[in-house]
């Protein structure tokens, strides 16, 4: 995905974020970005205590820098759009057992 979402594809993608965000809830580090400490019991609590650590927290296929799917692309220039720059980001690709956690939270499969 090149450039920035235009109108419906922004809308659409700020949807499904807000739904997603609302469903679940290594840490990276740039401006704006806080990196925390991942080990956790593999549970619910684990997730909750990440989410409740910042005001705004996402996990992404890869960087805000570099995201690695289209789902995360779309979340990182929705907070650019909005002027968020200051977040958590979690790179799921780099945990495997955070992965994991999120997909049985969310009651879902990847891909």
Avoid at 50 to 71: I, M, N, R, S, Y
Avoid at 79 to 104: I, K, M, S, T, W
Wanted: aromatic share 4%; with cysteine.
């Amino acid at each position: 995905m090149s450039g920035s979402l235009g109108g419906a594809a922004a809308a659409a993608a700020a949807r499904a974020l807000l739904r997603w965000g609302r469903g679940i809830g290594g840490g990276l580090r740039g401006p704006g970005l806080r990196a925390a400490g991942l080990g956790g019991s593999g549970s619910s609590e684990h997730l909750d205590a990440l989410v409740k650590k910042d005001k705004v927290v996402v996990f992404l296929k890869g960087t805000p820098e570099q995201p690695q799917c289209g789902f995360s692309n779309a979340v990182v220039q929705i907070l650019r759009l909005h002027g968020v720059r200051d977040y958590a980001a979690y790179n799921v690709l780099d945990d495997p057992q955070l992965r994991q956690e999120l997909l049985v939270l969310a009651g879902g499969n990847e891909e």
